[in-house]
Every structure is written in structure tokens, then in C-alpha cells.
């Protein structure tokens, strides 16, 4: 399937053969018992390897496995209020936000309005300002208070930790 005219060819120990016509490559290969594979089609010549394309496949996707493990998955927990929640509720959810937060994820907090509650949205700022000072040094405000529908919402981040 490599349709240019010269590639340049690299061994199945990593050794350089140089640059040869494709046809020359595919021989090569052959009499090796191995498969040309392209490794680099933008290079100039396109460069490729002779090498076993089923344990070429297998590696890669062994890589690719390994890759996804060593990912970190940000979880985003969202804590709910209202404007006329308790001051002992939001106690309780600052702790609730302080354990995500702790864990490693990411907390978006959003006061939500009923009926004629959204005439009013400076009760919701005071409850989003004293719910960050609540979790103090913990959080680092990633998303100053935004409204969104019948929501005003904030996102906090887990604070970077000091080494």
C-alpha cells in the first residue's frame, strides 16, 4: 500500500539500509520474512521499517494501554444550594466540598433560583463568597460566579499542593 517510488529503509535490528525504490524494499522484506511498514509517510523519502506488523500492532497497543492508565480521570462534583439554604447546610456541604476537593476532584457549586428568588442575586453572591471563604486554602477558584439559566455557579479546583 506505499505508493511513492523511494523510501528510505530501516532494518528490523534499527540499522539504516538507506534510501531504495519501494519494489526493491517489498523483496527485501520478503526474503526476511517480515512486512515494510511505514513509519513516517511525511518524511522526505517517507521512511519504514521491516518488522513483523502483528507485533508491531501488538506493541502499539500496549503502549497505547499503558498511556491510558497513567491518565488522571478530573472528576467535576456539583454541589446544589438555594438562596434561603440554612447556614448549618452550607457548613455541611463546604465539609461535603472540602472531602471532593481532597480526593482530587474538581466542585462546581450552583445556588439555584425558583419563581421570583432570581430578582434577587446578590443572596446567592453572599452565599458563594462565604462558601469560599469556608474552604479557605483548600480550593483555588477556577470559574468566578456565572449565571446560567435559573443557576449561578462557581467551579472550584483542588488547591496545588506545596512539595
Do not use: W
Amino acid at each position: 500500500m506505499i505508493r511513492v517510488r523511494e523510501v528510505r529503509v530501516i532494518d528490523e535490528n534499527g540499522e539504516q539500509l538507506g534510501v531504495m525504490p519501494t519494489f526493491e524494499a517489498l523483496r527485501l522484506a520478503q526474503e526476511r520474512s517480515l512486512d515494510l511498514v511505514e513509519v513516517a509517510p511525511n518524511a522526505a523519502p517517507p521512511v519504514c521499517r521491516l518488522l513483523d506488523f502483528g507485533k508491531f500492532q501488538y506493541e502499539r497497543q500496549k503502549r497505547e494501554r499503558e498511556a491510558r492508565k497513567a491518565q488522571k480521570v478530573i472528576e467535576v462534583k456539583e454541589i446544589r444550594l438555594r438562596p434561603r439554604t440554612g447556614e448549618h447546610d452550607i457548613n455541611t456541604k463546604a465539609r461535603k466540598a472540602l472531602g471532593f476537593l481532597e480526593e482530587g476532584s474538581k466542585v462546581k457549586v450552583a445556588v439555584r433560583f425558583r419563581g421570583r428568588e432570581i430578582t434577587h442575586p446578590e443572596v446567592a453572591r453572599e452565599q458563594l463568597a462565604d462558601f469560599v471563604e469556608k474552604l479557605g486554602d483548600a480550593a483555588v477558584i477556577e470559574q468566578q460566579p456565572a449565571m446560567e439559566g435559573p443557576n449561578l455557579f462557581m467551579l472550584f479546583a483542588p488547591a496545588p499542593t506545596k512539595k
